[in-house]
């Protein structure tokens, strides 16, 4: 193991720790992730056809709510 890769996982991991003793952070992350999945039901709901969605949302912002297809 190279010494770049040996403080990356060293980083990494002290990351991950910080965020999981993160309360706030972690709901704001489940506010975020709930939020983009009513976003997209809407979008699916008003759109009604998936290629309507596909023409009506850039390619980054549907990859971003899970319009990947």
Do not use: C
Request: aromatic share 8%.
């Amino acid at each position: 193991m190279s010494k770049k890769q040996f403080l990356a996982k060293l980083f990494a991991k002290g990351v991950s720790s910080k965020l999981k003793k993160n309360t706030d952070l972690q709901r704001a992350i489940d506010k975020t992730d709930k939020e983009i999945e009513k976003a997209r039901d809407e979008i699916e709901k008003a759109a009604g056809d998936k290629e309507n969605v596909k023409k009506a949302i850039s390619p980054e912002v549907r990859k971003y709510l899970g319009f990947d297809y």
